[in-house]
């Protein structure tokens, strides 16, 4: 899904425009990553050089109040903020939401049809780095995937590459950080989670789904960055 990231992030530049900085940030962005455990956070910390070691080593901004707008994002339906006013969740098969009578922004069908587009092909199987290839075991699909195959979409990283690429979108659908009132926007990453209980947290897989949600949130960060956004990102513990 990082052709659906970059894409918003082509996006936010042209349209973006440089918010002044309060003592708070104007947008909050908490991430959590189910099943993200400190040990596979301390057993993968020197490999992590993109966006998921940023993201970890970032501290907690102090708890404000959020009297702006409370956006979420999530892979699965029970990730989702339920206390946000505007929520979206990956049902098995497109982007949803349970706000009744809730109008899609023009993110969501955009995110539901770049994963139609993606799954109406095959994916061959991911390549391994050294570091995941010495995990692999006899049999390893390592994520590849027939053409309409939703199920294993749902359990590898693209799942949170999608969810990355609305979350992108929804920024701009919704102009967060734009105005006097703070913002917040929740994130729940779900592959990892179902990666885990798939192949086990000590699989080639789950190797390969941490070094891809390294890349893939490497470029929602810098996709904020080309929107000149006053924000603060932080991992949930």
Request: neutral net charge; hydrophobic residues 45%; aromatic residues 6%.
């Amino acid at each position: 899904m990082r052709r659906l990231l970059v894409a918003f992030a082509v996006l936010a530049a042209a349209c973006g425009a440089p918010a002044q900085a309060p003592q708070q940030p104007k947008l909050k962005i908490v991430i959590s990553v189910d099943q993200l455990t400190p040990e596979l956070l301390t057993e993968y910390r020197t490999q992590l050089r993109g966006g998921l070691g940023h993201v970890a080593a970032q501290p907690s901004f102090a708890e404000g109040t959020v009297t702006g707008q409370k956006i979420a994002v999530s892979g699965r339906s029970a990730g989702v903020d339920a206390a946000a006013t505007s929520r979206w969740f990956w049902n098995g098969t497109s982007f949803a939401t349970d706000v009744a009578g809730a109008v899609a922004p023009r993110t969501v069908p955009l995110a539901n049809s770049g994963v139609q587009k993606l799954l109406s092909s095959p994916e061959p199987a991911l390549v391994s780095p050294p570091y995941c290839a010495a995990k692999a075991k006899p049999g390893g699909k390592r994520f590849a995937r027939a053409a309409g195959d939703y199920a294993t979409f749902s359990t590898s990283p693209s799942l949170d590459g999608a969810t990355l690429a609305l979350a992108a979108g929804l920024i701009q659908d919704f102009k967060l950080g734009r105005d006097a009132a703070p913002d917040l926007l929740t994130i729940d990453l779900a592959a990892t989670g179902a990666v885990a209980q798939t192949y086990g947290s000590g699989s080639e897989e789950m190797c390969l789904d941490l070094f891809a949600l390294d890349r893939e949130l490497g470029d929602f960060v810098r996709a904020l960055d080309l929107m000149k956004l006053d924000y603060s990102i932080e991992l949930k513990r």
